[in-house]
């Protein structure tokens, strides 16, 4: 047996937890490194998740505690681990969308149509680009049931399509709701602004000036170290190894921008770590997903994420941030400063997830 693997069973024991665990940490924010491991393993014996992997910037020593999967001869959550980030995602569109604004080829204030002009809304739309981003557009959700419920009308990658083209606004244009149907719109537009498909303007973009070497969209290969999401399809199966948790992700056929994106802890990091260091793009790029344009009632939106009540306690409201419904949880605070990223294997039926994963990130910044 390994030392490292010795480490992580002993760890596990010692909590009595029956997941092989964690790697034991050192150096610098070892202390709050150490907080975040006892509450991670608490929260796995406790069944809120299978695995966790938490991480934050100038930091050497993540956190990595339980299992890729239900099996009790899962693998152990590592760094080449790959979870589904599901609504994470959007954070990825919406930067693929900044590096296209600043090189001046998609206008943030120009109606969405003007890229995508087979809209139902053609050239009345006044629905911009950056209504789209903040959730402001007037748009609900997609239908959903359409997909899977009624396939000889409106199945697979073919429902997909004519709902894109076809959906109305269901609100007036400003008002707050947060809907899918907006990014799946905004990576049709990004892909029309960028001559490319969503998937290679993210890795031209994003991931490889990043060195974010293990992200991308679903379908991914199982290499041993994909997670399997332990959340039910509606039809009752478990979902296969990499097969994506989002419905409209899963039947679209394509990389869309509202879900789909499977990434590692490392890859992750360094994308937080670069919304905080501002090292890699121009200037604007981040004061673009940054600056909370939106703000009407308690919400408040940047180009991308959110600045409103979701952030983790003792967290500045310049912090933005997202969440994921698989388990996936990011903040990055430029105030603090502090950037830091939870993946995790969300248990089904398991209350109170999110206000589990912002304490992460609380104790991971020093709080208690």
Same mark, same amino acid.
């Given at each position: 047996?390994?030392?490292?693997?010795?480490?992580?069973?002993?760890?596990?024991?010692?909590? &009595?937890?029956?997941?092989?665990?964690?790697?034991?940490?050192?150096?610098?924010?070892?202390?709050?490194?150490?907080?975040?491991?006892?509450? %991670?393993?608490?929260?796995?014996?406790?069944?809120?998740?299978?695995?966790?992997?938490?991480?934050?910037?100038?930091?050497?020593?993540?956190?990595?505690?339980?299992?890729?999967?239900?099996?009790?001869?899962?693998?152990?959550?590592?760094?080449?681990?790959?979870?589904?980030?599901?609504?994470?995602?959007?954070?990825?569109?919406?930067?693929?969308?900044?590096?296209?604004?600043?090189?001046?080829?998609?206008?943030?204030?120009?109606?969405?149509?003007?890229?995508?002009?087979? $809209?139902?809304?053609?050239?009345?739309?006044?629905?911009?680009?950056?209504?789209?981003?903040?959730?402001?557009?007037?748009?609900?959700?997609?239908?959903?049931?359409?997909?899977?419920?009624?396939?000889?009308? $409106?199945?697979?990658?073919?429902?997909?399509?004519?709902?894109?083209?076809? !959906?109305?606004?269901?609100?007036?244009?400003?008002?707050?709701?947060?809907?899918?149907?907006?990014?799946?719109?905004?990576?049709?537009?990004?892909?029309?602004?960028?001559?490319?498909?969503?998937?290679?303007?993210? %890795?031209?973009?994003?991931?490889?000036?990043? &060195?974010?070497?293990?992200?991308?969209?679903?379908?991914?290969? =199982?290499?041993? $170290?994909?997670?399997?999401?332990?959340?039910?399809?509606? =039809?009752? !199966?478990?979902?296969?190894?990499?097969?994506? $948790?989002?419905?409209?992700?899963?039947? %679209?056929?394509?990389?869309?921008?509202?879900?789909?994106?499977?990434?590692?802890?490392?890859?992750?990091?360094?994308?937080?770590?670069?919304?905080?260091?501002?090292?890699?793009?121009?200037?604007?790029?981040?004061?673009?997903?940054?600056?909370?344009?939106?703000? !009407?009632?308690?919400?408040?939106?940047?180009?991308?994420?959110?600045? &409103?009540?979701?952030?983790?306690?003792?967290?500045?409201?310049?912090?933005?941030?997202?969440? &994921?419904?698989?388990?996936?949880?990011?903040?990055? =605070?430029?105030?603090?400063?502090?950037?830091?990223?939870?993946?995790?294997?969300?248990?089904?039926?398991?209350?109170?997830?999110?206000?589990?994963?912002?304490?992460?990130?609380?104790?991971?910044?020093?709080? !208690?």
């Amino acid at each position: 047996m390994k030392r490292r693997d010795f480490i992580r069973g002993a760890a596990f024991a010692a909590a &009595g937890c029956l997941a092989p665990g964690c790697r034991l940490l050192s150096g610098r924010y070892a202390a709050e490194s150490e907080a975040v491991r006892r509450e %991670a393993l608490r929260l796995v014996a406790d069944k809120l998740f299978l695995g966790i992997a938490v991480g934050r910037n100038e930091c050497s020593e993540p956190v990595y505690v339980g299992r890729t999967g239900p099996a009790d001869d899962a693998a152990s959550v590592d760094e080449l681990t790959r979870f589904d980030l599901a609504s994470l995602t959007k954070t990825i569109t919406a930067s693929v969308c900044a590096t296209l604004v600043t090189d001046g080829s998609l206008d943030p204030e120009a109606p969405f149509t003007e890229y995508f002009p087979e $809209h139902v809304l053609g050239k009345s739309c006044q629905i911009t680009v950056r209504d789209l981003a903040t959730h402001s557009s007037g748009f609900g959700n997609f239908s959903g049931r359409r997909y899977c419920e009624d396939p000889l009308r $409106h199945g697979g990658a073919a429902g997909f399509e004519v709902e894109l083209r076809e !959906k109305r606004p269901e609100r007036p244009r400003g008002t707050y709701c947060y809907s899918c149907y907006n990014y799946a719109l905004l990576s049709t537009v990004a892909e029309r602004a960028g001559g490319k498909s969503l998937d290679r303007l993210a %890795a031209e973009r994003v991931f490889g000036p990043l &060195g974010m070497t293990r992200s991308g969209w679903w379908p991914v290969a =199982d290499d041993g $170290h994909v997670v399997e999401v332990p959340l039910r399809m509606k =039809d009752g !199966k478990l979902r296969k190894v990499g097969e994506v $948790h989002d419905e409209v992700a899963r039947y %679209a056929g394509r990389p869309i921008g509202n879900a789909g994106v499977f990434s590692t802890l490392p890859d992750m990091t360094r994308f937080v770590e670069d919304l905080l260091e501002r090292r890699t793009f121009p200037a604007a790029h981040y004061d673009l997903l940054f600056n909370g344009t939106f703000r !009407k009632g308690k919400a408040c939106r940047s180009f991308g994420f959110d600045l &409103g009540e979701n952030r983790p306690e003792g967290f500045s409201s310049a912090a933005i941030h997202h969440s &994921g419904f698989t388990g996936q949880f990011l903040c990055v =605070d430029p105030e603090l400063p502090f950037a830091g990223v939870v993946l995790t294997l969300r248990c089904p039926g398991a209350e109170g997830t999110l206000t589990a994963r912002r304490r992460l990130l609380s104790l991971y910044a020093g709080g !208690k």
